[in-house]
């Protein structure tokens, strides 16, 4: 998620902060074909909802009533919808269709609704009524499918996927689940036989992976068969976690601990202490075991759907996500990944309230239950609930003092609320965890560089900005600040300017970037690049009110004072930071002095920090 921090610095930049949640659920196959072509079917996007029914010290209630009309709940529906909010939105669709329960397209749409929601029972009984007006509906019948292979009738779920109407070459979702339906039946050859009518190439990595896991999962499984699949499968894609977690557990039960070890520290190398992999590799250390996470055909369907799930996540996908997850979850209530996946997609679509306690709800004894925990408190922090938030991350942290996403959270925080001392000496905590100094601690650097320039300590803040560009050599948002800072101050201006160019050129699109170079501009006099500078990134980022503050400004050098006072408006209504409001209204009464801009605009904040 994106913060913004201010303070009585010069003048304000943008800095964006970095979530490790994201990374954490990754576990994406890349260039699948979702298979179910009518999620869409209901016409709707229907939002989000609560995934599991349970008591938690972070749910916020969301209270809301029914109407009496079947029109009126139809639009309150409909409304919700297109809120994402599918609690609301499965509610007054199940209470529409009380009154009309003949309506085929009203039975389509709860039934959307409640899946999407995690009502799982509600959604398995519209999903029957759905299948006998359209048997055909393939989310219908993937949804049945799914009710039977958890219930054990194999022969029934395979029944019930055939009717999805799609060419076994091309549906990935049915064709595994099918395969998975045979392997709980104990048809090992047959389910092997059918996750092979996969031959598309882009399907190689999905089809290998849970063709070894269908083996390795067999009471008689045949270990070379398992062997060849992994390696295949880890050959093609040795960057996926869900992936080399599989296989490192695989290679550990059948003796080969050393090379499980090189699996997990070549993916460690990639993404340094992920949870997941550093729990794994203390227990290969201790001499502990590795149970598989697939042992039977419920798991092998869950990461079917998981494993789709997380890679239908990016914006525009999210409803076809938020079913295989729901889905996935329903076979394998305790995939912390999953969960974890679902509630990021719900607070990237502003479900913030949802997306807590599905945090909430991570098993507690998961590698990822700190990660959780950390998202929720900065999810409180959002909602602006500041103490709930300190409080829950301070307790992560008496559990787990060494923990250093929690304290970089804190750090975060800190930040956010100008306590600037403080979060130096988090992340400074954090930065002496880490005996070693490898690339990824730039962003530590970077965000104690912030923090001391913010508490007027330059020094020690180009020191830190300096070595975070050092640990990532054109590392954008650094070359913006670091070169910013130095135009600000009037010196290194060659290099300064090299920097900002630098960071435009690699963030091109990047509004905040665009502004720093123009405001750099600005400071200097050069108003005519100024104004080219400022309207690129106003183009880019219309929203903000600092860079349309910025136009402005930079509009009035130039004698477009019309043009200035409309920018100034613009940016009045689009709720500046409560320091910069005064100005912002002084500006669009008088207007601005004639005094040069290095001297008059001291006062003025950074865009970020």
Excluded at 151 to 170: E, I
Excluded at 217 to 237: I, L, M, P
Aim: aromatic share 8%; proline share 3%.
């Amino acid at each position: 998620m994106n913060r913004f921090f201010s303070s009585d610095a010069p003048r304000r930049r943008r800095v964006r902060s970095f979530s490790t949640r994201a990374a954490y659920a990754a576990a994406a196959f890349c260039a699948l074909s979702l298979g179910v072509d009518d999620f869409s079917g209901a016409g709707l996007f229907v939002g989000e909802g609560s995934a599991h029914a349970r008591e938690s010290t972070l749910s916020i209630a969301t209270p809301f009533e029914v109407g009496e009309s079947a029109s009126g709940n139809y639009l309150a529906a409909i409304v919700a919808g297109a809120e994402r909010d599918t609690l609301a939105a499965s509610t007054f669709f199940r209470e529409a269709l009380r009154s009309d329960p003949r309506n085929r397209e009203l039975t389509e749409r709860a039934f959307v609704a409640a899946l999407a929601n995690g009502n799982m029972q509600e959604a398995f009984a519209l999903a029957a009524h759905v299948a006998a007006f359209d048997k055909n509906n393939g989310l219908a019948n993937l949804t049945l499918g799914v009710e039977a292979i958890k219930a054990k009738k194999f022969a029934k779920a395979r029944a019930v996927l055939a009717k999805g109407g799609l060419d076994r070459k091309h549906d990935v979702t049915s064709t595994l689940l099918t395969a998975w339906a045979y392997a709980g039946a104990g048809e090992t050859k047959q389910a092997l036989a059918t996750a092979d009518k996969l031959k598309e190439d882009a399907f190689a990595v999905f089809r290998d992976y849970h063709a070894a896991l269908i083996v390795d999962s067999a009471k008689n499984g045949d270990k070379a068969e398992a062997t060849k699949r992994f390696k295949a499968a880890y050959g093609s894609e040795r960057n996926t976690l869900r992936l080399v977690d599989a296989y490192a557990r695989f290679l550990v039960s059948h003796g080969s601990r050393e090379e499980a070890r090189r699996v997990y520290r070549a993916f460690d190398d990639l993404a340094p202490r992920h949870p997941i992999v550093t729990a794994a590799i203390g227990d290969i250390d201790s001499g502990k075991p590795l149970a598989p996470f697939v042992r039977d055909a419920d798991a092998g369907a869950a990461e079917v759907l998981y494993g789709l799930g997380a890679i239908g996540g990016r914006q525009g996908d999210e409803l076809a996500s938020l079913i295989y997850l729901r889905l996935s979850l329903f076979l394998a209530p305790d995939n912390a990944l999953a969960t974890i996946t679902l509630a990021d997609i719900y607070e990237r679509m502003k479900q913030e309230e949802t997306a807590i306690d599905l945090y909430d709800s991570v098993p507690k004894d998961s590698p990822l239950r700190v990660n959780a925990d950390v998202q929720a408190a900065l999810l409180l922090e959002t909602l602006g609930k500041t103490k709930e938030a300190t409080d829950h991350l301070q307790a992560v942290i008496v559990e787990h003092p060494k923990d250093q996403e929690a304290l970089t959270a804190l750090g975060n925080i800190q930040r956010s609320r100008k306590l600037f001392a403080d979060s130096v000496t988090t992340y400074t905590k954090v930065l002496d965890l880490q005996p070693q100094t490898d690339k990824s601690q730039w962003l530590l650097y970077y965000y104690r560089g912030i923090a001391n320039e913010r508490r007027k300590n330059w020094p020690i803040a180009e020191a830190d900005l300096k070595k975070a560009l050092e640990l990532y050599p054109d590392q954008p948002l650094v070359l913006n600040y670091l070169g910013y800072s130095w135009v600000d101050q009037g010196v290194n201006l060659d290099e300064a300017f090299k920097m900002l160019r630098r960071a435009v050129d690699l963030r091109a699109r990047d509004g905040y970037v665009v502004d720093s170079l123009g405001w750099a501009y600005y400071r200097l006099g050069r108003y005519d690049e100024a104004v080219r500078e400022l309207e690129k990134a106003v183009d880019l980022k219309p929203s903000d009110p600092v860079i349309n503050d910025h136009l402005g400004d930079a509009y009035w050098r130039v004698n477009r004072k019309l043009e200035a006072r409309f920018q100034w408006n613009h940016a009045r209504d689009m709720s500046p930071d409560p320091d910069d409001l005064p100005k912002i209204l002084e500006k669009i009464d008088k207007g601005l002095s004639d005094s040069s801009p290095i001297a008059s605009d001291q006062t003025k904040k950074k865009n970020g920090g």
